[in-house]
């Protein structure tokens, strides 16, 4: 599986529009990125999946360059209820997979 | 469906003692993955299975640990003897085989051995 690089923490006001990005630079052609959250006390969560250019749900938005090696997590206009560990991944799908979470990016939101 | 659903939510245990975790995926979903949650090593995968075959257990970490999937919809992840240091939330997830990597993880087991 591609390994993963994203930053620790991040903090943000509420109200703003967090960016957060993940380095994928060995990321093999049939892998896709997937984001996950996760609250205190809680498995985490799917948010989004992407393969290339941009993906929105009601949730996020997952931009993704040509080149594929990295890929940033757009949350618009945060509340403090997105605090939470938010986790980049990369896998291929179909066949024997598995899904390998990495450190993750705490973000905390500020009043 | 109701999720991915483990238990127990909670288990508090002596040095030494045999702990069973358990894990009921959702209907459908042919892989199975158990993971392990501490403040040190953040999320670990311990082992997934695919069509209750063990496919990957190289996370496991000793000889202590154990896992099953009899059927689709079940599987234990048993400690004997457990340890202080498998303190953790361990975690039970489910996924379709094809598509994509999207798993649905169940709500944990916080174990705590003293």
């Known amino acids: 599986l591609a390994k993963t690089t994203q930053p620790i923490s991040m903090d943000s006001y509420e109200g703003q529009e967090v960016n957060i990005t993940c380095s994928h630079n060995n990321i093999a052609t049939n892998d896709y990125i997937t984001w996950y959250q996760q609250f205190p006390s809680q498995g985490p969560r799917f948010i989004i999946q992407?393969?290339?250019t941009k993906v929105t749900n009601e949730v996020a938005s997952l931009f993704i360059p040509a080149d594929r090696k990295s890929s940033t997590l757009s949350l618009p206009r945060v509340s403090l209820s997105d605090t939470a560990v938010y986790y980049c991944?990369?896998?291929?799908?179909?066949?024997?997979?598995?899904?390998?979470f990495g450190t993750g990016t705490k973000l905390q939101v500020i009043p | 469906d109701a999720g991915v659903i483990q238990s127990p939510r909670h288990e508090v245990t002596e040095m030494g003692q045999e702990v069973t975790l358990r894990c009921k995926p959702i209907?459908?979903?042919?892989?199975l993955f158990w993971y392990r949650q501490t403040m040190m090593r953040g999320l670990e995968l311990l082992i997934y299975?695919?069509?209750?075959?063990?496919?990957?257990d190289s996370g496991m970490p000793e000889d202590r640990f154990s896992a099953k999937m009899p059927n689709a919809s079940f599987s234990t992840l048993k400690i004997q003897p457990s340890e202080p240091r498998d303190s953790a939330v361990y975690f039970c997830?489910?996924?379709?085989?094809?598509?994509?990597?999207?798993?649905?993880f169940g709500q944990g087991t916080r174990l705590t051995v003293v």
């Open positions: 997830a489910s996924s379709f085989q094809v598509t994509n990597t999207e798993a649905f």
């Open positions: 991944l990369v896998g291929s799908s179909g066949g024997y997979q598995k899904v390998t």
């Open positions: 209907s459908g979903h042919d892989y």
């Open positions: 299975f695919n069509n209750n075959v063990p496919i990957d």
């Open positions: 992407g393969y290339k």
